[in-house]
């Protein structure tokens, strides 16, 4: 099974190594460390690293694909998109970030569709769910758009930098899925 997918401006390959430094500076902006729940802020050196190997040995396993999106035009690294699975109960979250340089140009929605057609056509997933915090609607907008629908919302459900956060989330099922090809 081939992990590197096209779109009609991007590139999702597997991290590599050779990505930590632009992972570190993006991901590590305060903007996109503050709505996500994973990313840490001040970014320390070598987190991105052990973050992209972590990421290698998922992807053996099955258990967690992350992609870095990448620009056809210049071969920018500006993003992830990650989708964590659960092959026992055939579901995944999915999971994302954007460079503060790259927002609002529909990045994510398009990486976002392929990734759910990975999850779908090639991984035999029945369930997608995403979670965004709801000051992030950028985030959960994105959602809308891949045709995910509103599930709920789970009040100070997170503690980010020592403050309750309250997550939207959003699913599918594949058989909501239209693939986006036919």
Do not use: C
């Not at 907008?141 to 509103?150: A, E, F, R, T």
């Amino acid at each position: 099974m081939t992990l590197t997918f096209e779109t009609n401006r991007l590139t999702l390959r597997p991290f590599e190594l050779t990505d930590a430094k632009m992972v570190q500076l993006l991901a590590g902006s305060e903007e996109v460390a503050s709505t996500t729940l994973s990313i840490p802020y001040p970014y320390p050196d070598g987190v991105a690293e052990k973050w992209i190997e972590a990421v290698r040995q998922s992807i053996e396993k099955g258990e967690n694909y992350a992609f870095a999106i990448v620009k056809k035009e210049d071969g920018a690294l500006i993003g992830n998109m990650s989708m964590g699975v659960s092959l026992k109960h055939k579901r995944a979250e999915l999971a994302y970030w954007i460079g503060k340089p790259f927002w609002g140009q529909g990045y994510a929605t398009e990486a976002a569709k392929r990734i759910v057609q990975f999850g779908f056509e090639d991984l035999g997933l029945n369930r997608i769910q995403a979670a965004a915090m709801t000051r992030n609607p950028a985030s959960y907008k994105v959602m809308i758009k891949i045709g995910m629908k509103y599930e709920g919302t789970f009040p100070q459900h997170v503690l980010k930098q020592e403050n309750f956060e309250d997550l939207v989330y959003y699913g599918m099922m594949k058989s909501d899925y239209t693939n986006p090809s036919s």
